[in-house]
């Protein structure tokens, strides 16, 4: 439920780059931050899959202790929750700030000064509520003491890690390198 809710955090962004700017970059942008968002949320869907699977519940007050239990998900898991959240240096930094760039000059020039800069901080808080809710998933899944549910778990098998990792890696090397995934959506 709670990535359910951050989708709509994440659709409001591409909706508003890509229904209310009309420049050619802004549909660039908004296709980043698309493929950054899917690619991010994909990455978290599937470490908390594999938390399911390993401990039968999804339920976050029922879960907590896994870090040491099942590092690589969790390391997965904070990379991608991190880089929704926009921290850099990883792809979603970047996406974010070609949106807020973008944002920024297109209601400049519309508006003036300071609808743009509201709108700026709008945008900016946004992120931060998002990046506070994600850490908070983090330490109820991964950190403190283990619970009952969670006393015998281990790191799933590593077909089910192993695409979370490249995800995250995937927004490492993005964050680093962002023009390998612009490069690709100005072909298209």
Known sequence: RMLADFSLDEFGH???VLGLLTSPMSFIVGQFYLVNSAMMKAGMILSLGSVFFKVG????QKLGGLLGKMNKTAL?????????????PLSGFYAKWLLYSVAYNFLLELGGITIAVVTLIFLICISLITFVFLLRSFHHIFM???TETTKEASEAHWTMWFPTVVLALTSVI???QPQILLNLIGVV
């Open 57 to 60: 519940t999804a339920d976050m």
């Open 174 to 176: 993005l964050g680093l």
């Open 76 to 88: 997965s898991y904070i990379i991608c929750a991190l880089s929704l959240a926009g921290v850099p």
């Open 144 to 146: 403190g003491e283990a």
């Open 14 to 16: 591409i909706v508003f």
